[in-house]
């Protein structure tokens, strides 16, 4: 799975970073089966691999990108990319070195583990429709507002093409719709 994630970032083709992202997605789902959580697992690949990833991957291949534009302003943005980069490894750095797992949290008994008598799938369903019911609505309202944002950002004007005029439609009659005519032997009809 880092070694999907480097793959990632350094692809110089964005469909080819969005292919390993995927990757990405299927070996967290394994590491999920591996834990004993199975639901997580088949929805990760089901909501990231079949819905995230595949509109990840059409709205690249809509955006149309110059990469000759973008390469020509990594050089004046290097320095500073290098120095957040640089911030943010060493926020992590401390944060891990200053971490020690387990001390000082309280987990409640019920996130502990699943409860006698419920599979893992009924126990997160309990979870998250009682519990946690207002965080999953915020959740959609986000994955809402992204699908929304990726429609506006690939929808543009092109030019040669036909539109739809719905109140010419509603006010077409027969009679503008319909001319006879009766050209002459050999002659065409003009349009």
């Not at 000082?104 to 419920?118: Q, S």
Request: glycine share 10%.
């Amino acid at each position: 799975m880092l070694i999907a994630g480097v793959a990632v970032i350094t692809a110089r083709n964005p469909v080819h970073s969005v292919l390993w992202l995927i990757v990405a997605f299927f070996n967290a789902a394994g590491l999920f089966i591996l834990l004993g959580a199975e639901f997580l697992a088949m929805l990760l690949i089901i909501v990231y691999v079949g819905a995230v990833a595949v509109l990840f991957l059409f709205v690249v291949m809509m955006l149309d990108i110059d990469f000759a534009d973008l390469r020509s302003g990594l050089s004046r943005y290097l320095p500073l990319g290098l120095l957040v980069a640089g911030i943010i490894l060493a926020e992590i750095l401390l944060a891990g070195g200053a971490w020690a797992p387990g001390q000082g949290v309280v987990m409640h008994e019920a996130l502990g583990n699943t409860p006698a008598g419920m599979s893992n799938t009924q126990w997160i369903g309990s979870q998250l429709y009682t519990r946690y019911l207002y965080v999953f609505q915020a959740a959609g309202l986000v994955l809402l507002v992204s699908m929304i944002g990726a429609i506006v950002l690939t929808h543009r004007q092109r030019v040669g093409t036909k539109r739809q005029n719905i109140s010419h439609q509603v006010a077409m009659t027969p009679g503008k719709a319909v001319r006879k005519a009766q050209p002459g032997v050999g002659q065409g009809v003009e349009l």
